[in-house]
């Protein structure tokens, strides 16, 4: 009980702030006279019948069941990143109402729930036909689930650029609203999560096996793939009649479970309790919070959006304060043969000489396409290379930071972002934005600062424990969440900002200048050239506490690595902003590929994501012509695709679970 005294208090404190911030609303509008009085009911009686008290009740209700679907997730899928938002969920159902807005608007409005669950269904089908083949392996699930995730975002990304109405209510279903206007949403969502909660508990004992290695749960005479598949099917059901009720709310999947975690709960009836009760007081503080602020065209900010800017410091704060979580320990990989390793860069540096090639010769006039002739070239090339030049260099540095981070953390859902840095990028360029919006030379400046400034207080925030890379993850997750939901309700509270917000957020080289542009990507060059000397580190940083027993410095060899992939990070946001999901991609496609040891990997991601970004940068300066698609958009719909297939092959390498 000692140990979880913190967990405890920290509960307590939430109920207890939203409760008096609810009694002091309540006693505003009338009192409990007005709430169950038998008169006549006035104005504010119906107001707090109809519509106060239900939305205390979804708060709660919410805020429990999103909390508990996150360690169900993060329980059967193994991995501390995982939440429901990590199967595509979220955004099949956001996809579903985007094209129902373009081709049936009527349905937006008559049918919306039934859209959400169709995109719901079609995200989770396409997860479950990836990893089939793999026996609906954790890792796959999770690598299935976040390229589905990526490729339905840009998707409605793309619909957002195309229909500029779109975008805001995108914004505000996105960021989730516990607005009812009667109890009766409240009571249909009841009855399905007491049955569902029901299935849970009778499940607390096959969840406990989860915690063993899979051979071990299966000479223990049961099925690890049930249990696991009947988890994440729960899981997904809970929050899909969650989402359909109140939008999308998001970080309260991932900030409740590690929230009871570092409070001490340790069995699993612990993580139970304390996730839900987490889960339930976070969201319900953060709503009455909400309900104090509004926009300025008097609209109500949407709580999912600021579940972040409540829960990220409390996260940071208990993760500081906490027993360091041992990262997973994974044998290296064994290395591909000399022959497959030329072929494969043979074959990627091929089609990247085609890239660049195409890129500075083909695009699309004021008519018509044309191949540009030597004396066309002469004018358009100081137009062209400083933009190929920084695509490229911005790809490679985010293809190399995201190898650094999943070495160092051993964790395939690591990339650029949990460190901070994107979301600390977008708060600068933000700022920059709306203090002084009729000027763009201090854009990278901007974006430079705020990027150091986040990566500064990830690694200190981190420093004991000596920089355990999952606590770096959580540090930098809460930060990141933290920064773009800032980013986000500046969006929504200024839409002239918001125009120029949206292609920096989603990546742009439209304002790089050359001399930058040669500086950055002689910068990568050096970069690049510099990771040899970290190639004994990588290959064991996998291994965690097994590395310190062979001689590895852990805190030094972990803060160093970090601090490389950081400045690659940082660096490639100069160029292109916080696109960091280019660091997801490349890793996991030269993987896929046949890379094995850590330099092998990471110069074929390099590569792999440079092409990537060369062919991204072409086809959003010429696909939609003389309109400009953000680098980053492009690069998740070219790059998705290509990782999909092995897939489907069921060309997956085997890691230890």
Known sequence: MSSTRRGWALIVLLWLAAALMALSELHRQGGFSALFGTASPSSSAIILRSMWFPRQGMALL???????CGWLMQRALRNPLAEPITLGMTAGATLAMGLASLWFPALLASARPALAIAGELAALLAVILLSWRQRLSPLVMVQAGMMINLWCGALTLLIAIINDRFLLQVLMWGGGSLAVESSQPLRDLLLPLIAAFAVLLLMLRPLALLQLPETMVNSLGASALRIRSMAVLLALVMSAFTINA????????????????????????????????????????TDQCVARISLANGQLLPVGML???TGGPLLMLLARFSRPVTPPVTAPEPAASATAGATLFVVTGTFFLLAVVVSLYM???????????????????????PRLLAALSAGALLAGAGVLMQRVSGNPLASPEVLGIGGGAAMG???????????????????????????LLTLWNSRHGAFNPQRVLLNGLALNALCQATVSLVMLNNLKASAMLLPLMTGSTYYISAPLAEILFISTLLLLAVVPLFRRWLLLLPMGSIAGSLGVSLPLARVAVLSLAAVMTGLATLLVGPVSFIGLLGPHLARRLGAKTPLSQLYAAALLAATIMTFADWIGRNGLYPRQLPVGLVASLIGVPLLIWPLLRGNVSRQAE
């Open 307 to 309: 579940t972040a800017v």
């Open 246 to 285: 109140v939008g999308v709310i998001g970080f309260l999947g991932l900030a409740a479970p590690h929230l009871a975690r570092f409070g001490g709960a340790r069995t699993s009836r612990q993580m139970l309790l304390h996730t839900a009760l987490m889960g339930a007081g976070l969201l319900w503080f």
């Open 429 to 455: 360029v933000m700022a920059w934005v709306v203090l002084f919006p009729a000027s763009s030379g201090g854009l990278l400046l901007s974006s430079l600062s705020g990027a150091t400034l986040s990566l």
């Open 62 to 68: 919410t805020g429990a069941t999103l909390g508990i």
């Open 363 to 385: 695009g699309h006039g004021l008519r018509q396409w044309s191949w540009a002739s030597p004396d066309e070239l002469a004018h358009l090339l100081p137009l062209r290379v």
